[in-house]
């Protein structure tokens, strides 16, 4: 696991566009500046993971949509949770409890980042510190990685 803190990300309107076709995620698009981000903070020896709800999606079916979109390769799989995996989504508490379980930290040393307000609320009732877009986050645990990151 890693030194520093647990970065963990929504994914649609945070991370990436999510495209639905159907009743099913069809495709992400990350934005441009994501790998860069995700990947400086793994490199400054923090965990990078996802927190997102996603309807009734399989597990193949989100590894296989992390793995076209580049995801996959800047995140760790154990700390990626799926609504659709876990049981619960991200206006429960519980959701939160669980990520800082995963990362093996407390949640004081976690981050949720999310576009949504009520999101990064439930994700500070258990203590997460909160921020909404990947730059600002990069900036609030630049304090907290090994190699800080250069802007």
């Known amino acids: 696991m890693s030194s520093g803190p647990a970065v963990f990300f ?5 991370l990436a566009s999510a ?6 995620l069809a495709r992400l698009d ?3 500046f994501v790998p860069d981000v995700l990947a400086r903070m793994r490199e400054g020896g923090a965990g990078v993971g ?4 996603t309807g009734n999606e399989t597990a193949a079916a989100m590894n296989k949509l992390l793995r ?3 995801l996959s390769a ?4 154990e700390l990626c949770l799926f ?13 939160f409890v669980l990520a800082s379980e995963r990362a093996g930290l407390p949640a004081a040393r976690c981050v949720f980042v999310g576009e ?9 009732t258990v203590g997460f510190r909160v921020s909404p877009h990947p730059l600002h986050a990069l900036h609030l645990v630049a304090a907290d990685l090994a190699v800080p990151p250069t802007v």
């Not at 800047?74 to 799989?77: G, K, N, P, R, T």
């Open 68 to 70: 076209e979109s580049g």
């Open 74 to 77: 800047v995140v760790d799989s």
């Open 10 to 14: 929504d994914i649609g309107d945070t």
């Open 116 to 124: 949504d307000a009520d999101e990064r609320r439930t994700a500070d």
């Open 50 to 53: 996802l927190i997102s709800n």
């Open 19 to 24: 495209v639905v076709e159907g009743a099913h």
């Open 83 to 95: 609504s659709s995996l876990e049981g619960m989504n991200k206006s429960q508490p519980s959701f």
């Open 30 to 32: 990350v934005y441009p």
